[in-house]
């Protein structure tokens, strides 16, 4: 008898109750994905969280008592310690909602017409540790809202004082992530093996005290090493 992998917990955090029990169709049937419980409001998500102790939890943005993006920070903020993977599923147009939560702890986004295929799969990506960011939704959207707040800051950014810790090739290495390269990709192109790319990756985020690759691209595109024109 072969014995089968657990499967994914996954948490539903969202006020339609329409949307919300598609999600729990289309989740639950699937072998490796088990809906253990669901939330209408920003409050409940938090205190399912820690309750039901999910692997993936399936946010939105835009709820009652408590917005996606502070039960993120909650959830898998700065702190924050065995804490699931967040993955925002939201409409386009509220980008700069969609950056505060990538920067809140979120480790990738779907919009919410994507279609179901495609969120089964965001679920598993960011359930193995992965980032959920497109290339040029990355450059659009978390580029183009980056470049509005760096702006507008009265101040240089700290987020550049950061960046000093890392080396020359830790600096090329983060510029190719944030354009949104997977490490077979960046190896490619500065020839180098997947394993070296990967132990690059893993020094940058030690150093830089991420969690992810998707709060590295959110800080490289905040501090300005990368612009939405690259």
Same mark, same amino acid.
């Given at each position: 008898?072969?014995?089968?992998?657990?499967?994914? $917990?996954?948490?539903?955090?969202?006020?339609?109750?329409?949307?919300?029990? !598609?999600?729990?169709?289309?989740?639950?049937?699937?072998?490796?994905?088990?809906?253990?419980?669901?939330?209408?409001?920003?409050?409940?998500?938090?205190?399912?969280?820690? @309750?039901?102790?999910?692997?993936?939890?399936?946010?939105?943005?835009?709820?009652?008592? +408590?917005?996606?993006?502070?039960?993120?920070?909650?959830?898998?903020?700065?702190?924050?310690? !065995?804490?699931?993977?967040?993955?925002?599923?939201?409409?386009?147009?509220?980008?700069?909602?969609?950056?505060?939560? +990538?920067?809140?702890?979120?480790?990738?986004?779907?919009?919410?017409?994507?279609?179901?295929?495609?969120?089964?799969?965001?679920?598993?990506?960011?359930?193995? !540790?992965? @980032?959920?960011?497109?290339?040029?939704?990355?450059?659009?959207?978390?580029?183009?809202?980056?470049?509005?707040?760096?702006?507008?800051?009265?101040?240089? @950014?700290?987020?550049?004082?950061?960046?000093?810790?890392?080396?020359?090739?830790?600096?090329?290495?983060?510029?190719?992530?944030?354009?949104?390269?997977?490490?077979?990709?960046?190896?490619?192109?500065?020839?180098?093996?997947?394993?070296?790319?990967?132990?690059?990756?893993?020094?940058?985020?030690?150093?830089?005290?991420?969690?992810?690759?998707?709060?590295?691209?959110?800080? @490289?595109? $905040?501090?300005?090493?990368?612009?939405?024109?690259?």
């Amino acid at each position: 008898m072969i014995d089968r992998p657990a499967p994914i $917990r996954v948490l539903i955090c969202e006020d339609q109750a329409l949307v919300r029990a !598609g999600y729990v169709t289309i989740f639950s049937a699937q072998p490796d994905l088990e809906v253990v419980g669901e939330a209408a409001d920003g409050l409940a998500a938090v205190a399912a969280t820690r @309750s039901l102790q999910p692997n993936v939890v399936v946010m939105d943005i835009q709820m009652p008592d +408590l917005d996606g993006i502070e039960a993120t920070r909650r959830i898998a903020g700065p702190g924050t310690t !065995g804490s699931p993977k967040v993955l925002v599923v939201t409409t386009f147009n509220v980008d700069g909602y969609v950056y505060e939560a +990538l920067r809140a702890g979120a480790s990738g986004f779907l919009l919410k017409d994507a279609p179901p295929a495609e969120l089964i799969n965001g679920v598993r990506t960011i359930a193995r !540790g992965e @980032s959920l960011l497109a290339p040029a939704v990355t450059r659009t959207l978390i580029g183009q809202y980056a470049e509005r707040v760096r702006s507008s800051a009265p101040t240089a @950014s700290p987020d550049l004082d950061r960046l000093e810790s890392l080396a020359p090739r830790e600096l090329e290495v983060l510029k190719l992530v944030a354009t949104g390269l997977s490490n077979a990709e960046i190896a490619a192109h500065l020839v180098l093996s997947p394993e070296t790319v990967k132990t690059y990756v893993s020094r940058i985020l030690t150093k830089l005290d991420l969690r992810d690759r998707v709060q590295a691209v959110v800080l @490289s595109y $905040r501090a300005g090493l990368v612009t939405a024109d690259n």
